[in-house]
T-cell receptor, first 114, second 114 residues
Framework: GNSVTQMEGPVTLSEEAFLTINCTYT??????LFWYVQYPGEGLQLLLK?????DKGSNKGFEATYRKETTSFHLEKGSVQVSDSAVYFC?????????????FGTGTSLTVIP | NAGVTQTPKFQVLKTGQSMTLQCAQD?????MYWYRQDPGMGLRLIYY???????DKGEVPNGYNVSRLNKREFSLRLESAAPSQTSVYFC?????????????FGQGTRLTVV
């Protein structure tokens, strides 16, 4: 079946530090991969996505590369800011007879301190 | 530019009461979803609707019912609320194209059952 495993949190970093949040997946087909971000009291927003192997998704300084050989989609940012404090979810989508299905990791809470 | 709209945003129920959570999307998406978010458990799928006129159970359907009223609207009903249903509920929608598009989320409904 399909599943997503992501790094346990919480993660606390100083401003301008390097960020990595690990994500690995299991999929039966050819999934698309996503990172979502959730700010306090809000819904999930798409941060970036990759739809096939070796694709790199990027947005707002965040990057993730779809690695089929290691079934991974790790999120990275070179220099985090206080405003990046949020919960990050790795997710995959796979299309089945019953439509597009999404599978989410448990989320990683990030706090960036000045 | 509304996207996915959920009502209400907050609700307190007494055990045994019933209520309906409303969700509407204006993106002409085929697929709609209801998730619940609990600490440490990520998002769990309650029900989904791949297209107008169809609904299917997700991972945690017990205690809930849904109605896909039309292409825009997908409601979630709690017939007899229980404290275990205290959670944050998110509605989402997706184009439904095989594996290629992301899910768009509403702002969430924070439900407390006392």
């Amino acid at each position: 079946g399909n599943s997503v495993t992501q790094m346990e949190g919480p993660v606390t970093l100083s401003e301008e530090a390097f960020l990595t949040i690990n994500c690995t997946y299991t999929a039966t087909g050819y999934p698309s991969l996503f990172w979502y971000v959730q700010y306090p009291g809000e819904g999930l927003q798409l941060l970036l996505k990759a739809t096939k192997a070796d694709d790199k998704g990027s947005n707002k300084g965040f990057e993730a590369t779809y690695r089929k050989e290691t079934t991974s989609f790790h999120l990275e940012k070179g220099s985090v800011q206080v405003s990046d404090s949020a919960v990050y979810f790795c997710a995959l989508s796979d299309y089945a007879n019953t439509g597009n299905q999404f599978y989410f990791g448990t989320g990683t809470s990030l706090t960036v301190i000045p | 530019n509304a996207g996915v709209t959920q009502t209400p945003k907050f609700q307190v129920l007494k055990t045994g009461q019933s209520m309906t959570l409303q969700c509407a999307q204006d993106m002409n998406h085929n697929s709609m979803y209801w998730y619940r978010q609990d600490p440490g458990m990520g998002l769990r799928l309650i029900y989904y609707s791949a297209s107008e006129g169809t609904t299917d159970k997700g991972e945690v359907p017990n205690g809930y019912n849904v109605s896909r009223l039309n292409k825009r609207e997908f409601s979630l009903r709690l017939e007899s609320a229980a404290p275990s249903q205290t959670s944050v509920y998110f509605c989402a929608s997706s184009e439904g194209i095989p594996g290629q598009t992301e899910a768009f989320f509403g702002q969430g409904t924070r439900l407390t059952v006392v």
